[in-house]
């Protein structure tokens, strides 16, 4: 499971929440910069300010789906004969 594998290399939830707001300000910064750096106008600012917003609910989703493992690993009773001292 991809959230138990993110939660056993170190990830938690309060990572995934920051990763969601930093990319709402990097999409607002990605747009501001293409509307002054570019030459394509108003169209091409708006993809990638829309590009790099679509991250956010992705970052959110995941950091919900952690807090759930985070609550189940802790209020989850061990199973009977299972070994805990790994």
Request: glycine content about 10%; proline content about 2%; overall charge negative.
């Amino acid at each position: 499971m991809l959230v138990k594998r993110l939660h056993d290399i170190g990830m938690t939830s309060e990572h995934a929440y920051t990763a969601g707001f930093a990319s709402i300000g990097l999409s607002v910064a990605s747009w501001v910069v293409s509307m002054k750096a570019e030459s394509r106008g108003v169209e091409r600012a708006d993809r990638w300010g829309i590009f790099v917003g679509e991250w956010a609910p992705t970052f959110f989703a995941l950091g919900l789906a952690l807090a759930n493992h985070e609550r189940d690993e802790i209020f989850t009773p061990t199973k009977v004969g299972e070994d805990t001292s790994v």
